[in-house]
Nanobody, 127 residues
Framework: QVQLIESGGGLVQAGGSLRLSCAASGRTSGKHSMGWFLQAPGKERMFVAAINWSSGNTYYADSVKGRFTISGDNAKNTVYLQMNSLKPEDTAVYYC????????????????????WGQGTQVTVSS
């Protein structure tokens, strides 16, 4: 059973940067995907970014393109989300997600496509 351990959230001023990390423990297929969703107070969970572990294909929400970068470390089975040029509207709880099997190229981006969710880490961007 895969478990996800997140780190890296916090408080930052608008225009600043943060890096989130998420380590997956347990056996993985090598054709899995990992990514991030966010949930702001009173709103539904929203896709942020994800990476297909086999091909390295990535997919981003339009709202973060050009500001956020997702990457993976095979040796550590860890996914990172580098967040630059942060805005107050990025404030939310960020959840790391894991899809056990995505194939070689597909990057899932819907809530039901992910099998495992982390506990969430708070990101607060002050104006």
């Amino acid at each position: 059973q895969v478990q996800l351990i997140e780190s890296g959230g916090g408080l930052v001023q608008a225009g600043g940067s943060l890096r989130l990390s998420c380590a997956a423990s347990g056996r993985t297929s090598g054709k899995h995907s990992m990514g991030w969703f966010l949930q702001a107070p009173g709103k539904e969970r929203m896709f942020v970014a994800a990476i297909n572990w086999s091909s390295g294909n990535t997919y981003y929400a339009d709202s973060v393109k050009g500001r956020f970068t997702i990457s993976g470390d095979n040796a550590k089975n860890t996914v990172y989300l580098q967040m630059n040029s942060l805005k107050p509207e990025d404030t939310a709880v960020y959840y790391c997600v894991f899809d056990r099997y995505s194939g070689n190229y597909y990057v899932p981006r819907e809530v039901p496509e992910y099998d495992v969710w982390g506990q969430g880490t708070q990101v607060t961007v002050s104006s």
